[in-house]
């Protein structure tokens, strides 16, 4: 069954990991305790954004503990290699509507 970005604010969810391919196009995938889904706009239509902001503006509203970006790089494939799972940057983000403020 897929999951529909309508559906998000339906349950708690322990992680949001956004996903950069290609440096510029952002894909959702939500996790529970259970397991991770790929996100999807439509029955037919994977979510897909060419924009962070957009992508985080979104996830507004909905019940998330954690919110990544998580950009595997592909340097390993530019330079004839295997690609690696382990060369991966993750970073911690803010939502927009987070009411953690910075000291």
Partial sequence: MKLLLEHL???HWRRATIRSLDGCVYRLEMSDDEN???????TKNVLTTRNLTQMRELL???DIEEV???HD??????VGQPQSSGNQLQIALLLTNASTSLH
């Fill in 73 to 78: 790089s592909a340097y390993d494939e530019m």
């Fill in 36 to 42: 991770s889904r790929l996100v999807w706009r439509d």
């Fill in 68 to 70: 990544v970006l998580l």
């Fill in 60 to 62: 507004t509203g909905i």
């Fill in 9 to 11: 604010s339906e349950q």
